[in-house]
């Protein structure tokens, strides 16, 4: 009779366990955070959301980036705080890194995405959302950002240089792969 109770025990566990699997979850980048609406979503495009912490100079967190991949094009929604006031630009960049102080190593800014400049109210705060034609954070899509070398999203100040002396704010979008 023991061990007939054992056998159930045992039966019963594995079920609990096989059924707690997650089997059928969705791949996303390494170091990226993705987020499924209520419903279910009937293709990859309308659940890929990845969110990016932003760092200022000094290694500090000043917000976020959340990449939306729609229909279409991809939402970009910034908000962050804590920012110098003036106008600001935002480029996507060609390597998946993004160190301060100066973010050098996110490399050249990735050609034929543009992007509107940012108003920095008095206060320091941006809440923004722009909308990103002919790009991607889905891996198999065209001009996606998910490539081998990785991107990285750059905020800079609308004064000097775009490619080296300006780069105020950085996020890595996909590490390297």
Same mark, same amino acid.
């Given at each position: =009779?023991? +061990?007939?109770?054992?056998?159930?025990?045992?039966?019963?566990?594995?079920?609990?366990?096989?059924?707690?699997? *997650?089997?059928?979850?969705?791949?996303?980048?390494?170091?990226?955070? +993705?987020?499924? %609406?209520?419903?279910?979503?009937?293709? *990859?495009? +309308?659940?890929?959301?990845?969110?990016?912490?932003?760092?200022?100079?000094?290694?500090?967190?000043?917000?976020?980036?959340?990449?939306?991949?729609?229909?279409?094009?991809?939402?970009?929604?910034?908000?962050?705080?804590?920012?110098?006031?003036?106008?600001?630009?935002?480029?996507?960049?060609?390597?998946?890194?993004?160190?301060?102080?100066?973010?050098?190593?996110? %490399?050249?800014?990735?050609? %034929?995405?543009?992007?509107?400049?940012?108003?920095?109210?008095?206060?320091?705060?941006?809440? +923004?959302?722009?909308?990103?034609?002919?790009?991607?954070?889905?891996?198999?899509?065209?001009?996606?950002?998910?490539?081998?070398?990785?991107?990285?999203?750059?905020?800079?100040?609308? =004064?000097?240089?775009?490619?080296?002396?300006?780069?105020?704010?950085? %996020?890595?979008?996909?590490?390297?792969?």
């Amino acid at each position: =009779m023991k +061990q007939w109770i054992n056998w159930v025990l045992l039966l019963i566990a594995s079920v609990s366990l096989s059924a707690c699997a *997650d089997t059928d979850a969705p791949e996303i980048a390494p170091g990226a955070n +993705q987020e499924e %609406g209520e419903e279910s979503a009937e293709t *990859d495009a +309308q659940m890929a959301t990845l969110n990016i912490d932003l760092y200022n100079s000094d290694s500090e967190i000043v917000g976020t980036a959340i990449l939306d991949e729609g229909e279409e094009s991809v939402s970009l929604t910034l908000s962050l705080e804590n920012v110098n006031s003036g106008e600001l630009s935002v480029q996507l960049h060609k390597n998946g890194s993004a160190t301060p102080p100066s973010f050098e190593d996110a %490399g050249e800014a990735i050609s %034929g995405i543009d992007t509107p400049s940012l108003e920095v109210s008095e206060n320091g705060v941006i809440n +923004q959302t722009l909308e990103l034609e002919n790009v991607s954070i889905l891996p198999e899509e065209e001009g996606t950002l998910a490539t081998e070398s990785g991107t990285s999203i750059i905020i800079h100040s609308e =004064m000097g240089n775009i490619e080296s002396d300006n780069r105020l704010i950085g %996020g890595v979008v996909f590490p390297p792969q």
